[in-house]
C-alpha cells in the first residue's frame, strides 16, 4: 500500500473518529484536566498523556509492521484487503449503522484488563510527567478505530512504515482529545450528534473502499 495514501488515510480516520477516541479516553482525559489546577499545568498534562498515548499506537504500529513484513513478505494483499474491511466496518460504526467491530474491542478487552491496573496506579498524578506512563497505557485501551489504524500498519510490510501510519493515526486524534481537556461535555456534545457521526462515518466507508480497490487492484497485477 503506497505509504503516502496509508499516511493520509490513517490521519483522516483518526481525525473523523475523534468523537470515538474522546467517548474511550473521555473520562480519564476530564480527570486530568480537573486535577491539573492553572492553564499551563493542564496543558502540560494533556501534552504528556497525549504523547505517550501517541508513542504507544507507534510502537504497535511498528510492531505489527514488523508482523506483516515477516509473515506475508512482499504478497501484502491480504492485509490491504483486510485493512479495507475494516475501515468500511468502522466507518458504519462511527455512523450508527452496524456495530459489528465490538467484537474486536470485546478480544481487546481481554489484555487490557491487565493493563488498566498499571495505569491506576498512577492515578491520582501528583506530578505532571506521571501523565506520560499513563498515556502509554490508555493507548492499549480497547478501541475499534485503533485496531483498523493496526491492521493498515500490517499491511505496510515494515516497521518503519506502520510505526509511520499509527503515528499518522494518532496525530489525527490530537484535535479531539486535547479540545476535550477544556470543553469535553460541550465538544462530546457535538460530535456525538447525528450529523457529524453519519458524516465521518460515510467518509471513512468511502477511504475503505478506496483502500480495497487498491488492494485489488494491486492484486490483479
Known amino acids: 500500500m503506497e505509504l503516502g495514501f496509508a499516511l493520509l ?6 481525525l473523523l473518529g475523534g468523537g470515538h477516541c474522546l467517548g474511550m479516553c473521555g473520562g480519564i482525559v476530564g480527570a486530568l484536566s480537573l486535577s491539573a489546577g492553572s492553564r499551563s499545568a493542564r496543558l502540560t498534562r494533556m501534552l504528556c498523556y497525549n ?6 499506537y507507534s510502537l504497535m504500529g511498528a510492531l505489527v509492521g ?4 515477516a509473515v ?28 459489528a467491530l465490538t467484537w474486536l474491542e470485546r478480544a481487546g478487552a481481554v489484555l ?32 475499534g478505530l485503533v485496531y483498523t489504524g493496526l491492521a493498515f500498519a500490517a499491511a505496510q510490510g515494515s516497521p518503519l512504515s506502520g510505526g509511520l501510519v499509527m503515528l499518522a493515526f494518532g496525530l489525527g486524534t490530537l484535535p479531539a482529545v486535547l479540545l476535550g481537556g477544556w470543553f469535553a461535555s460541550e465538544l462530546q456534545a457535538i460530535i456525538r450528534a447525528r450529523g457529524p457521526r453519519l458524516t465521518a462515518g460515510l467518509l471513512l466507508i468511502v477511504f475503505g473502499l ?11 497485477h
Open 112 to 143: 487490557w484488563r491487565r493493563l488498566q491496573p498499571l495505569g491506576n496506579r498512577l492515578l491520582p498524578l501528583k506530578h505532571h510527567w506521571q501523565a506520560l506512563p499513563l498515556g502509554l497505557v490508555w493507548g492499549f485501551l480497547p478501541c
Open 9 to 14: 488515510s490513517l490521519f483522516a480516520a483518526g
Open 72 to 99: 506475508f513478505g512482499t504478497q501484502l494483499t491480504w492485509p490491504r484487503l483486510m485493512a479495507g474491511v475494516l475501515l468500511v466496518l468502522m466507518g458504519l460504526y462511527l455512523a450508527d449503522l452496524w456495530r
Open 210 to 220: 478506496w483502500t480495497l480497490w487498491q488492494a485489488l487492484s494491486a492484486g490483479h
Open 66 to 69: 514488523w508482523g506483516g513484513e
Open 51 to 56: 504523547l505517550g498515548r501517541v508513542i504507544s
